[in-house]
């Protein structure tokens, strides 16, 4: 039947059964509802702003009381991780250690989730970079996932101690993934916050400028200021207008201007020789009674 297919299709997209819904009942609730809506629009629209408002306070001040501290750990141990964090691997240290550990085979979930090809083909340009960065993100959190199942599981089945020198081989490994990610994922969330700043201190978002326990790093004010006075700084010592006037004109060399220089002693034609556009040559009139030696 119809509705079976549909509904088929339905769960093939999603992954979910699509659950039964009376869809004129629903339709006469809205339209019912909607007169009422519609007396006091902007009374409504500010108490939601102000729902809106206190609910990111609250989700702010929760997230501030997450940041707890415990016992601290020891002070070498704290510099690697630190250093992870902060700097994590180059480009190609990270990627040999990704390509050492693979996904257990019977572990489906610890893989990168991709978007459902009869999506991803119609999404936009912009959208599928944005998705691919993400899934980036996703891989190096997922590896250091592996690395600690791996562990894990060798901890499990061993009857016999674990090699120290292995353990923390592996555990330096997984820091370094998750550390890595977590860098990645901050430059991400600059990214996302780049548009909302003014051209000039969009510099800010550099991965020049180190992430800190604040987003665009310490002393973002003083950062700021020396921004805006090399700014000023530039401006005053540079002419625009000559700049951009040595830019688009190309090379003349010296002395007289180019239009001088061609008037100087030329021993050629400088017509072209098939002539111009689409005229064609065109031979002279012969001669009455003169004929032509070929």
Not at 45 to 65: F, N, P, R, Y
Not at 241 to 264: C, D, E, I, K, M
Request: proline share 4%; hydrophobic share 35%.
């Amino acid at each position: 039947m119809e509705g079976t297919e549909e509904l088929d299709f339905t769960e093939e997209i999603l992954g979910v059964s699509a659950p039964e819904q009376d869809l004129d009942k629903e339709l006469q609730d809205l339209l019912k509802s909607d007169h009422t809506e519609e007396e006091d629009t902007a009374s409504v629209c500010t108490a939601e702003e102000d729902k809106t408002e206190v609910l990111l306070a609250s989700l702010i001040a929760d997230l501030g009381k997450s940041d707890k501290v415990g016992k601290p750990i020891q002070e070498k141990v704290a510099k690697v991780v630190e250093g992870l964090c902060s700097g994590g691997l180059g480009d190609a240290q990270l990627k040999e250690k990704l390509a050492k550990y693979m996904r257990p085979s019977n572990v489906e979930s610890l893989q990168p989730t991709t978007v459902n090809h009869v999506f991803w083909s119609n999404l936009q340009l912009k959208t599928k970079r944005e998705d691919i960065k993400l899934q980036k993100l996703q891989l190096l959190n997922i590896k250091g996932m592996i690395v600690l199942s791996r562990l894990f599981d060798e901890v499990i089945a061993s009857k016999m101690p674990l090699d120290k020198a292995t353990i923390v081989s592996a555990l330096s490994d997984a820091l370094a993934f998750i550390g890595s990610g977590n860098k990645a994922l901050n430059f991400f969330r600059r990214e996302l916050i780049k548009p909302e700043l003014k051209t000039e201190y969009q510099a800010l978002c550099s991965t020049a400028v180190p992430v800190t326990t604040e987003l665009f790093g310490d002393n973002v004010s003083q950062k700021v200021t020396d921004i805006s006075e090399a700014n000023k700084v530039s401006k005053r010592c540079l002419d625009p207008f000559n700049a951009r006037r040595q830019g688009t004109r190309p090379y003349r060399g010296r002395g007289r201007s180019s239009r001088g220089a061609q008037s100087r002693f030329q021993p050629y034609d400088r017509r072209p020789f098939l002539g111009r556009g689409r005229t064609q040559y065109r031979p002279p009139h012969q001669k009455r009674g003169s004929s032509s030696r070929f």
